[in-house]
């Protein structure tokens, strides 16, 4: 198997986004079990801190790559007229995008940068 087969890649991308996604939602349970966050200050102090907020950027961005390469192969697989395919991934990719900037404009306003 060479670097240059995209199944390959995909499939890396996909089970290194999931080893991510599954240690930090244990690292986080944890945070959350030993701080006990009750009030909104609270968890905006817990997420303040850098290495939570770089944690969560990064649990953010996995998940994104993670549903970006799930779901293209899905509709690669399954959808066979070429220009619906096309609409298909560009709005995937559009909507994807546009959570992503959401997701990244809560947490930093969260810290108030």
Same mark, same amino acid.
């Given at each position: 198997m060479?670097?240059? =087969?995209?199944?390959?890649? $995909?499939?890396?991308?996909?089970?290194?986004?999931?080893?991510?996604?599954?240690?930090y939602?244990?690292?986080?349970?944890?945070l959350?079990?030993l701080?006990m966050?009750?009030?909104?200050t609270?968890?905006?102090d817990?997420? =303040?801190?850098p290495?939570?907020?770089?944690?969560?950027?990064?649990?953010?961005? $996995?998940?994104?790559?993670?549903?970006?390469?799930?779901?293209?192969?899905?509709?690669?697989?399954?959808?066979?007229?070429?220009?619906?395919?096309?609409?298909? !991934?560009?709005?995937?990719?559009? $909507?994807?995008?546009?959570?992503?900037i959401w997701?990244?404009?809560? !947490?930093? $306003?969260?810290i108030k940068?």
């Amino acid at each position: 198997m060479t670097w240059r =087969a995209h199944g390959m890649r $995909a499939w890396l991308l996909q089970r290194l986004s999931a080893c991510y996604l599954a240690s930090y939602i244990v690292g986080f349970l944890v945070l959350v079990l030993l701080c006990m966050p009750a009030s909104y200050t609270e968890w905006r102090d817990t997420f =303040a801190y850098p290495v939570v907020n770089i944690a969560t950027v990064l649990f953010f961005v $996995a998940l994104l790559i993670h549903a970006w390469v799930g779901i293209r192969d899905i509709l690669i697989d399954y959808v066979h007229p070429t220009m619906l395919r096309f609409i298909l !991934l560009n709005g995937l990719m559009l $909507a994807l995008l546009s959570m992503g900037i959401w997701i990244m404009f809560v !947490l930093f $306003a969260v810290i108030k940068l």
